[in-house]
Nanobody, 123 residues
Framework: EVQLVESGGGLVQPGGSLRLSCAAS????????MSWVRQAPGKGLEWVSS????????QHTDSVKGRFTISRDNAKNTLYLQMNSLKIEDTAMYYC????????????????RGQGTQVTVSS
């Protein structure tokens, strides 16, 4: 059974940091392109970051460049998203997903996806 389980979300003040983790199982994680996708309240899905299996191709959406870093540990089957200098507009449900879709309309466009972890940035 494929599982993607996100953790690490929470409430943080503007300017703060969080590190999201995604534990993967049930598929060959080390070969999979992996992505973080988010959905803010009342808005559509937004692709955030992607990384290939070898970690030599990394992409971030412009609004998080210089603040967020995607990484992975294939030995631990885990995907990470280090989020620094958080802004109120980063508030969203963050999903871990297998695959790369730059303008997703639905999480079903990804091969696998998790249940999400909530990130709330508020003073």
């Amino acid at each position: 059974e494929v599982q993607l389980v996100e953790s690490g979300g929470g409430l943080v003040q503007p300017g703060g940091s969080l590190r999201l983790s995604c534990a993967a199982s049930g598929f060959q994680f080390s070969y999979a392109d992996m992505s973080w996708v988010r959905q803010a309240p009342g808005k559509g899905l937004e692709w955030v970051s992607s990384i290939n299996g070898g970690s030599n191709l990394i992409q971030h959406t412009d609004s998080v460049k210089g603040r967020f870093t995607i990484s992975r540990d294939n030995a631990k089957n885990t995907l990470y998203l280090q989020m620094n200098s958080l802004k109120i507009e980063d508030t969203a449900m963050y999903y871990c997903a297998a695959g790369f879709v730059q303008r997703p309309k639905s999480l079903s466009e990804y091969t696998y996806r998790g249940q999400g972890t909530q990130v709330t940035v508020s003073s």
